[in-house]
């Protein structure tokens, strides 16, 4: 039987972060809890905060569940969890800058070539282009677990548009209107000063060309996208437009805003677009979706693109192995968060000792996201694990694998009471004139007792993070 | 060879239409091949947009048109000094790494008939240089140049069960052998200037780049069964034809479009 690491209680005992949080959870009557669910619901529910769930069937609309329980780090936790990010968000960087440059790290032999420039996140069209202050990607969400007191690992990087940061401020907001008390008892570092972060990195990547005060906006690619809400709330949050391809055009080097007083020049794109949708006279010819002359515009300093394109070849999971020997090549140190050992299919003999445990193991395709097309050994039936054999046997190149982690549980309120639930953390760091981390993150819980898939495409649910201020 | 180039495209439209928006790369490469004298690209009642220089070596240049848009024209006009450097591209500065250029497209995706082909041409030699001559031989062989045969959607593998084709088949056809044979390969738009034996094709041209290590990027011309010389000028390159074409644009609108296209290319008598 695996221990897991339960965050609040070691055996008998409250761990330190939580002891503001026993009482609460204590002495909160069964009724008093079902009545703040049910507001917290309506809440969700009254500022419009959905998730559309893929490939599930029924309600795209679903809310996604929220946890009341609280998530908490002290301040050395997270102190020592933030130096990680940022040293892990700086080394991503100089690695993109690095690929569609001059590809030091591959003529190091630090890196295999092929990884590297024949990965189709690669994007040939911006090599030899330096964005504004050499940065690519500007919002870099880490997903962690955690396995012990001291034990964190990075699942993965997500470089390009990483979303759920909404999540952690309505978590917060909503939080904060339902239990005042809490927030007056615990001394809880604020996270609402990610819109101004957020909005100042985005502006501080201005092109040279601009002169004045940026203007900014997001592009989304329509109402229809999953993530739309968050778009909307973001821009709200910035005071910025939210804008959709036809909203936009190119002309004279330049990119503009279709607005009811004239056309307004446009200085940086938050896009919540895939590279392939940006512009259809440089990548998809059939994306109704872009702004035809967009990456000309861009290549020549006319416009600024977050997360720039060509972004993606940083987080793609066959890249990520490699993330800790970046740290230590551009920045000269040790990486502070360790990666998960990985087992790459593509080698020959990883992929035998793949083969050998896949009942130990997690295995998930090298270009899949929101926890589809993933084995997770321990949890699936022997028809499920042969399955994924004849998979992995067909296309090695396609997958990697990687140990079970004992993922650590936090208390959340279920059907019967309080009971242990695995989570894990995406902290979302803002890379521009400054390296910022907002003190939290989007803490996902899986809800079903036992499972370890947190994904809120796969039913699991959110809570809000606390940071305590010393 | 001093070569003086006139080129105009024009598209026109049987209806009034909304902006167009282009992206043009009609700008000889620099390198030791080719000095350009003069060199003018002008969009008829365009504006001109950004201008730089890709990882690949084009330069690039974005033009836009207001609306409404009747017809779209462009004119190409200038002056280029060409030398033979046996179709090796020498002193072409460009940062993209050759491994980038092993990626299928749906124009060069690679099907049985063409791994054969590639696979046999290949047999036996050792030499990178060697099997690039050979691959571009074999294409020469497998694919006869017959006007109209083809259309622009015709992919390397439609080209070769047919057996006929034009420059842009040829091309593609020898840029997915030589990926298929682990040689990075891509395809690179130009002009040819024909001389009195008339045996060359197309002013507006398409070859293959092959690399080479050791010695960089070798052109090969299937269609002409050589290596561009100074009768060639070179623009710009891509995967296929779609990636380096000479111009890539949209106009808004559902009228129908037709295209109308003069090349000329001659020799300054010196």
């Known amino acids: 039987m695996t221990e897991y690491f339960?965050?609040?209680?070691?055996?008998?005992?409250?761990?330190?972060?939580?002891?503001?949080?026993?009482?609460?959870?204590?002495?909160?009557?069964?009724?008093?809890?079902?009545?703040?669910?049910?507001?917290?619901?309506?809440?969700?529910?009254?500022?419009?905060?959905?998730?559309?769930?893929?490939?599930?069937?029924?309600?795209?609309?679903?809310?996604?569940?929220?946890?009341?329980?609280?998530?908490?780090?002290?301040?050395?936790?997270?102190?020592?969890?933030?130096?990680?990010?940022?040293?892990?968000?700086?080394?991503?960087?100089?690695?993109?800058?690095?690929?569609?440059?001059?590809?030091?790290?591959?003529?190091?032999?630090?890196?295999?070539?092929?990884?590297v420039y024949q990965n189709d996140a690669y994007e040939r069209a911006v090599s030899g282009f330096i964005p504004p202050r050499g940065i690519y990607s500007h919002i870099v969400g880490v997903d962690l677990v955690r396995t012990g007191p001291d034990q964190f690992?990075?699942?993965?990087?997500?470089?390009?548009?990483?979303?759920?940061?909404?999540?952690?401020?309505?978590?917060?907001?909503?939080?904060?209107?339902?239990?005042?008390?809490?927030?007056?008892?615990?001394?809880?570092?604020?996270?609402?000063?990610?819109?101004?972060?957020?909005?100042?990195?985005?502006?501080?990547?201005?092109?040279?060309?601009?002169?004045?005060?940026p203007t900014v906006a997001i592009l989304t690619p329509g109402h229809f996208n999953s993530a739309y809400y968050e778009h909307s709330f973001l821009a709200d949050l910035m005071g910025v437009e939210l804008v959709e391809g036809p909203d936009l055009f190119c002309e004279g080097g330049f990119c503009w805003m279709r607005t009811t007083e004239g056309p307004k020049k446009l200085d940086v794109i938050y896009r919540r677009i895939d590279d392939a949708f940006l512009d259809p006279l440089c990548f998809r010819p059939d994306s109704m979706l872009g702004i035809p002359g967009l990456m000309d515009v861009y290549r020549s300093g006319g416009v600024s693109i977050c997360s720039a394109p060509g972004a993606g070849v940083a987080d793609d999971k066959a890249i990520y192995t490699f993330v800790p020997e970046m740290v230590r090549f551009y920045l000269g140190e040790e990486p502070l968060l360790e990666n998960v050992p990985t087992w790459q299919c593509a080698k020959k003999d990883d992929c035998k000792y793949v083969l050998e445990n896949l009942s130990e193991l997690v295995v998930k395709e090298v270009h899949g996201s929101g926890g589809y097309g993933m084995l997770v050994g321990p949890k699936s039936t022997k028809e499920q694990i042969e399955n994924f054999r004849h998979k992995i046997e067909d296309n090695p190149e396609n997958y990697i694998a990687q140990p079970t982690l004992a993922l650590s549980t936090t208390p959340t309120f279920v059907e019967e009471g309080v009971a242990p639930r695995h989570v894990d953390l995406r902290p979302y760091c803002l890379v521009g004139e400054k390296v910022e981390l907002v003190p939290g993150g989007l803490t996902r819980v899986a809800l079903t007792e036992g499972s370890l898939v947190v994904n809120s495409s796969q039913g699991g649910g959110v809570k809000d993070t606390w940071v305590l201020a010393e | 060879m001093i070569l003086t180039v006139n080129h105009v495209t024009t598209y026109d439209y049987d209806a009034p239409m909304g902006a167009a928006v282009q992206s043009l790369r009609m700008f000889p490469s620099r390198f030791e091949g080719q000095r350009v004298i003069e060199w003018d690209v002008s969009v008829e009642g365009g504006l001109r947009g950004g201008s730089f220089r890709d990882g690949a070596g084009d330069r690039i240049e974005g033009w836009s048109i207001r609306p409404p848009v009747d017809e779209v024209a462009i004119t190409v006009k200038g002056q280029v000094e060409t030398f033979d450097t046996s179709g090796v591209l020498r002193g072409h500065r460009e940062l993209v790494h050759p491994m980038a250029y092993l990626r299928e497209t749906v124009a060069t995706w690679i099907d049985d008939s063409l791994a054969a082909l590639a696979e046999e041409a290949v047999a036996g030699a050792t030499e990178d240089l060697n099997r690039a001559h050979r691959l571009s031989?074999?294409?020469?062989?497998?694919?006869?140049?017959?006007?109209?045969?083809?259309?622009?959607?015709?992919?390397?593998?439609?080209?070769?069960?047919?057996?006929?084709?034009?420059?842009?088949?040829?091309?593609?056809?020898?840029?997915?052998?030589?990926?298929?044979?682990?040689?990075?390969?891509?395809?690179?738009?130009?002009?040819?200037?024909?001389?009195?034996?008339?045996?060359?094709?197309?002013?507006?041209?398409?070859?293959?780049?092959?690399?080479?290590?050791?010695?960089?990027?070798?052109?090969?011309?299937?269609?002409?069964?050589?290596?561009?010389?100074?009768?060639?000028?070179?623009?710009?390159?891509?995967l296929d034809a779609r990636e380096a074409a000479p111009i890539r644009g949209i106009t808004q609108g559902s009228g129908e479009e037709r295209l109308h296209v003069t090349v000329a290319l001659d020799q300054v008598q010196q």
């Open chain 1, 6 to 115: 339960n965050e609040m209680f070691d055996g008998g005992q409250v761990r330190q972060p939580y002891s503001g949080l026993d009482g609460w959870m204590r002495e909160m009557p069964s009724e008093l809890r079902a009545m703040k669910q049910a507001e917290a619901e309506a809440l969700f529910r009254r500022i419009g905060i959905t998730f559309a769930v893929y490939g599930e069937g029924g309600d795209p609309d679903r809310l996604i569940p929220f946890d009341m329980f609280p998530r908490v780090f002290t301040q050395p936790e997270w102190r020592k969890l933030e130096r990680g990010i940022k040293q892990r968000a700086r080394a991503l960087n100089a690695f993109l800058l690095d690929v569609y440059g001059r590809g030091e790290i591959v003529r190091a032999g630090r890196i295999p070539a092929r990884l």
């Open chain 1, 153 to 213: 690992y990075v699942l993965e990087d997500n470089c390009r548009t990483p979303s759920g940061v909404s999540y952690m401020l309505e978590n917060r907001e909503i939080m904060m209107r339902m239990f005042p008390q809490l927030f007056r008892e615990n001394r809880i570092e604020p996270v609402d000063g990610y819109s101004d972060a957020l909005r100042r990195t985005l502006a501080s990547v201005a092109p040279a060309k601009c002169d004045g005060e």
């Open chain 2, 137 to 238: 031989a074999a294409i020469s062989e497998a694919i006869a140049y017959k006007p109209g045969a083809t259309h622009s959607h015709t992919t390397a593998a439609e080209a070769l069960a047919q057996g006929e084709g034009v420059c842009q088949d040829h091309a593609h056809a020898l840029v997915a052998v030589a990926r298929c044979v682990d040689l990075p390969a891509r395809y690179v738009s130009g002009y040819l200037f024909a001389t009195d034996d008339g045996t060359p094709h197309e002013a507006a041209h398409a070859w293959g780049e092959i690399w080479v290590a050791g010695i960089g990027w070798i052109g090969f011309d299937p269609a002409n069964k050589c290596c561009p010389d100074e009768r060639y000028i070179r623009l710009g390159s891509g």
